[in-house]
């Protein structure tokens, strides 16, 4: 079972929807980040947390250390959104981080 | 203020050849890690240098290596290439200092075609 578990794998919805993509992880650890992946490959960092919740702009990013899960959420979703958001955790003190498989988000207009 | 860059974008190697990928950090960071990403999967970490020195190392072979220059630029070699090699190669940058408090930083990848 991987550490960091992601859900949905795919996910297609209108534009204008509300997306909400799920980021589970089984181990201890000191922060947790957020990122989108375009094609191509550029992965850009969305959110770190290590605690509560995050707002930039549409995007909604929060965190229950507690269940060990974290959410990300898209209001008023736009094509422009449609990329693959990966979920990657600090385990512990360690240096390296461990990623979800990611979710691929499809936004048709 | 460049962000993180990595070269080349493309490569095309054949089997059994030796691969170098370059990364530069962004400016101020001095900890560089390499990710390697298989089609539809996330990344996977390969190993981290700070100070010129392999920091922690993720379960690849010894066929994978790197080094970190002065500079803080770093490279990550590949010998005996296999098929399985074929992969994004991702480079991420950040500073020792801030832990793990900041965003991270990545390069736009390395995509290496093995033949």
């Known amino acids: 079972k991987n550490e960091v578990e992601q859900s949905p794998q795919n996910l297609t919805a209108q534009e204008g929807e509300f997306i909400t993509i799920n980021c589970s992880y089984s181990v201890g650890i000191s922060a947790l980040h957020w990122l989108q992946q375009h094609p191509g490959g550029g992965i850009v960092s969305l959110f770190m947390l290590s605690s509560g919740k995050k707002k930039h702009g549409r995007l909604i990013a929060t965190i229950n250390i507690q269940e060990k899960h974290s959410s990300l959420h898209i209001t008023a979703s736009h094509p422009r959104d449609s990329a693959v958001y990966i979920c990657?955790?600090?385990?512990?003190?360690?240096?390296?981080?461990?990623f979800g498989q990611g979710t691929r988000l499809t936004i048709n207009p | 203020d460049a962000g993180v860059t990595q070269s080349p974008t493309h490569l095309i190697k054949t089997r059994g050849q030796q691969v170098t990928l370059r990364c530069s950090p962004k400016?101020?960071?001095?900890?560089v890690s390499w990710y390697q990403q298989a089609l539809g999967q996330g990344p996977q970490f390969i190993f981290q240098y700070y100070e010129e020195e392999e920091r922690q190392r993720g379960n690849f072979p010894d066929r994978f290596s790197g080094h970190q220059f002065p500079n803080y630029s770093s490279e990550l070699n590949v010998n005996a290439l296999l098929l399985g090699d074929s992969a994004l190669y991702l480079c991420a940058s950040s500073f020792i200092g801030s832990g793990q408090r900041e965003k991270l930083f990545f390069g736009s990848g390395t995509q290496l075609s093995v033949l």
């Open positions: 990657a955790v600090f385990k512990g003190g360690a240096q390296k981080l461990v």
């Open positions: 400016s101020g960071h001095d900890t």
